[in-house]
């Protein structure tokens, strides 16, 4: 049981720009009438300020490009205390963008130009000592290949967004956190890893496994979602900082929910992301 858990976080760094819109378009059309804002964001950014704004001391290690972008992006991360001495420049490349429509409902549609999260190789990865690590898939899965085998505490592996990996990472993880859709991709991939599994399911709440068993459920308070970009980033985070507070897979999957659910109720990612004193 650890109060102030330090994490590190592997992962990419983007500036969001978001549109929202009455709804989402579908292939082929144009909505019109969004308003434009610009937000920090990134799934690795987003995770390390859930994580801080959690409890959590926090490192975060991501490559950026040299460019006003990478200030903007990095803010919120800098006003929170994050430590982001580990995240690197590359100055051949641009900063992460992600391009985000957000509807009424509060769904989004995201496409992302990863830039200078592309360029973040394992030999440009300095690894603090921390009692966990989190990684998800938007930067290249050679670099969490090495963070996870250079790593020897806690290791969170958040499948998104969905892609290829190899099983001997999987096999590390001692937590992997997945949306039903993700969950859908790796299929049979995850069928006999022995580790704790969190699925998502949006509003319906979350269930966690061990060696394939349910050992608990949870569902989120009511909460009207208006943005429901980083809900995902902060349940990650906020059940990493449970499990390692000590709480019971139970009480953090509870507290992961609240969490997410709470970051679905503001706009943008990282705005939105909850503090420690909302949720008790
Ligand atoms: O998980 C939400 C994040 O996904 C956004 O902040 C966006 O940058 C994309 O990476």
Not at 30 to 54: D, E, F, I, W
Not at 108 to 126: C, T
Not at 233 to 249: N, Q, R, Y
Request: contains cysteine; glycine residues 10%.
């Amino acid at each position: 049981m650890t109060q102030h858990p330090s994490i590190v976080v592997v992962g990419s760094v983007n500036l969001d720009l978001v549109a929202t819109v009455s709804r989402l378009p579908i292939a082929g059309e144009t909505v019109s009438g969004a308003k434009l804002a610009r937000y920090p964001g990134g799934k690795g950014a987003n995770q390390a300020l859930a994580a801080r704004r959690l409890g959590a001391d926090v490192y975060l290690c991501a490559c950026t490009g040299d460019d006003a972008a990478a200030d903007e992006a990095l803010a919120l991360l800098r006003a929170d205390g994050v430590d982001l001495s580990r995240c690197i420049v590359d100055h051949d490349s641009a900063t992460g963008v992600a391009l985000i429509a957000v509807a009424a409902s509060g769904e989004n549609q995201i496409v992302v130009a990863p830039g200078a999260n592309r360029k973040f190789s394992p030999e440009r990865l300095g690894l603090p000592v921390a009692d966990a690590l989190i990684c998800q898939l938007e930067v290249p899965v050679e670099t969490i290949a090495a963070a996870a085998s250079q790593f020897s505490g806690f290791f969170c592996l958040n499948l998104a967004p969905a892609a290829e990996v190899p099983a001997e990472i999987l096999r590390r993880a001692d937590l992997i956190v997945m949306n039903e859709s993700e969950a859908a991709y790796v299929g049979d991939a995850i069928n006999g890893c022995e580790n704790m599994i969190a699925i998502t399911y949006g509003a319906k709440g979350a269930v966690l496994k061990l060696k394939g068993e349910t050992i608990a459920k949870a569902a989120p308070p009511p909460a009207k979602a208006i943005d429901t970009t980083g809900a995902g980033d902060t349940f990650t985070a906020a059940l990493t900082v449970g499990l390692l507070e000590g709480m019971s897979p139970g009480a953090a999957l509870e507290f992961a929910c609240a969490a997410g659910a709470l970051a679905t109720t503001r706009p943008g990612a990282q705005p939105a992301l909850p503090w420690r004193r909302e949720l008790v």
